[in-house]
């Protein structure tokens, strides 16, 4: 199955957008790392834009986390929106997406937001990426993504974890000089003729059709201006370091989280984890990320086992004991009322009550989500 996708700025004209534009991310523009604040190019003081190695930056990585997402069950698009503000925080960043969101003449709605800073060293540039996921946007993948009901007489008792976090931070990356740096626009992005960036063909546009990948380049066809036919081309769009690797792997998987393509979640996952000196907190929430989509597939025995590795890295991070907690309840919520409560159901509601007991001093007294799970087991002991 071929995939359409629409690479979109952050001004056109009205006529090329809907009432909303609905997309998976949004890549903010990096700001340079001298620059005194959120960045409006189109305002420069003195009329013109200025040479911006973190708009370059931006546009380069979106386009290389476009082009390892690429599913063939990709449904919801379009999947890319870039926006020329800089932001410099997290919280700077959802109210950017905040303020897209109600744009009256542009609004734009995208649950996840790629942003970082940028600077110039040797021949490439290295780059600090951060991801957001906006609240307001994210809807029930966000919040709630794992939730389990127990029921104990006439009752039923829910709780519910959110996804593993809800703002990430990445080692820095360099881009080397055989990437197009000097992009200014995403539809400005080289399009070659063969797979060896040697004879350029034209620019991605506004619309193209992703046919496959050849190596370091993404397969595409470009329409032919005036007619209906199209004409294949090349974007270079290649994942060399491990750096880079674990950035794009974990954006990537994320918005496939978000699309619900839970097999290919778990795949670009394998990715992060594998290498053992990535950050330690996004190792654990790509486990938990998989942990959630084995779930998802119905298969709780490999996903307690993927939380179970991100215990290990971390024991004292709550989000992980929550998630383990949550393994247990799954299992509690698939017995019937009877063995709950029997000798089936006792040694999973012993786990729950040791993991509860031994970790209690990382919640506060009164975490809504600890006192849910303390209800389910008394409910069950009586």
């Not at 599913?71 to 926006?83: E, M, N, T, V």
């Not at 969101?101 to 290295?126: C, M, N, R």
């Not at 055989?178 to 060896?196: H, Q």
Request: with cysteine.
């Amino acid at each position: 199955m071929k995939l359409i996708l629409f690479v979109l700025l952050a001004l056109v004209s009205a006529q090329s957008l809907q009432a909303q534009t609905q997309s998976l991310l949004s890549v903010y523009r990096f700001s340079n790392r001298d620059s005194p604040g959120p960045v409006e190019t189109q305002k420069c003081l003195d009329g013109q834009e200025p040479s911006d190695v973190g708009k370059s930056a931006s546009i380069v990585l979106g386009i290389q986390v476009w082009a390892t997402v690429l599913p063939d069950s990709f449904s919801k698009g379009p999947l890319l929106a870039y926006c020329r503000t800089a932001p410099k925080s997290h919280a700077e960043a959802e109210g950017l997406a905040l303020k897209d969101l109600h744009d009256k003449q542009f609004p734009t709605d995208s649950p996840l937001i790629l942003w970082g800073e940028a600077f110039k060293y040797g021949d490439g540039v290295v780059v600090k990426t951060y991801l957001t996921v906006f609240r307001e946007g994210a809807g029930k993948i966000g919040s709630q993504i794992w939730k389990i009901s127990v029921r104990s007489g006439q009752e039923r008792h829910t709780v519910a974890v959110d996804i593993p976090a809800w703002t990430y931070e990445f080692t820095p990356i360099v881009l080397g000089q055989d990437l197009p740096l000097e992009t200014d626009e995403p539809t400005k992005y080289p399009v070659y003729k063969n797979p060896d960036g040697k004879k350029k063909l034209g620019v991605l546009g506004w619309a193209f059709t992703v046919e496959g990948r050849t190596g370091d380049y993404i397969v595409v066809s470009l329409p032919v201006k005036g007619t209906n036919q199209s004409q294949k081309g090349y974007v270079y769009a290649p994942v060399k370091s491990q750096k880079t690797n674990e950035v794009i792997s974990f954006c990537s998987a994320v918005i496939r989280v978000f699309n619900q393509d839970w097999s290919g979640a778990v795949k670009l996952f394998e990715n992060v984890v594998k290498y053992t000196d990535s950050p330690t907190t996004i190792r654990i929430n790509a486990y938990l990320y998989m942990a959630i989509a084995r779930e998802k597939k119905g298969d709780q025995k490999q996903s307690l086992a993927l939380i179970e590795s991100a215990y290990r890295l971390n024991p004292y991070d709550k989000v992980t004991v929550q998630y383990l907690c949550m393994s247990y309840l799954s299992r509690l919520a698939r017995l019937s009322e009877k063995d709950a409560k029997g000798d089936q159901g006792r040694p999973i509601i012993k786990s729950i009550q040791d993991l509860v007991s031994k970790n209690d001093v990382l919640f506060s007294p009164e975490d809504p989500w600890l006192n849910q799970v303390r209800e389910i087991l008394a409910s069950l002991g009586r």
